[in-house]
């Protein structure tokens, strides 16, 4: 009775190991495939993201809890998804949709911003305002990425470089 107990546990050791081997092996290849980006970045990523959901889950767990609980799919079919009267909502597990709708909402505004010439006009306005001295855009930049590295901003150091871009300014310094 004692060696088929330990023989579970250790069945259940493998399986764990197999899926935390199964885990990096595909994360480490979503990295390197996203940075070589021999395939479009959302293909790389939603293809790991299954090749996660069978071999993970499947092959490794053998586990349609862990899958259900991961999606968390669930969640978007509650009231308190959809209206949380001045609370956060970090307390479930899984894939938090509420982040996800949220950024992709965020995409399709900027998306739809670009279109109409939102950043094209703010680039020129910047350009005017400065008087298109580069070391004020350089100034700008610098003080951009300083804080985009505290906070969570809206980038303008894109939008500088479309400045220079359509400025042909040289944003070499000059020498005296």
């Known amino acids: 009775m004692k060696t088929v107990w330990s023989k579970t546990i250790y ?3 493998e399986k764990n190991m197999l899926s935390q ?3 990096v092996v595909i994360f480490v290849a979503m990295f390197i495939l996203i940075i070589t980006e021999i395939f ?11 090749l996660t959901i069978l071999l993970v889950f499947g092959l490794g ?6 899958i259900l609980s991961t999606l968390n799919v669930h969640s978007i079919f509650t009231v308190e998804f959809w209206y949380a009267a001045g609370e956060a909502s970090e307390g479930g597990s899984g894939i ?3 982040t996800i709708i949220f950024i992709a909402g965020m995409m399709v505004m900027v998306e739809g911003m670009a279109h109409v010439g939102f950043f094209r006009w703010l680039c020129m306005r910047i350009a005017k305002i400065v008087k298109k001295d580069s070391w004020i855009i350089f100034i700008f930049t610098l003080v951009d990425t300083i ?3 505290a906070l969570d901003a809206l980038r303008i ?4 470089c479309l400045w220079v871009r359509k400025t042909n300014i040289s944003i070499k310094p000059r020498t005296m």
């Open 21 to 23: 081997i199964l885990a």
């Open 147 to 149: 804080s985009c590295l």
């Open 40 to 50: 479009e970045r959302h293909i790389t990523t939603l293809t790991c993201a299954l």
């Open 11 to 13: 069945r259940k050791e």
């Open 61 to 66: 767990m053998h586990s349609l809890d862990a």
């Open 157 to 160: 150091s894109p939008v500088n």
């Open 96 to 98: 938090d949709w509420a």
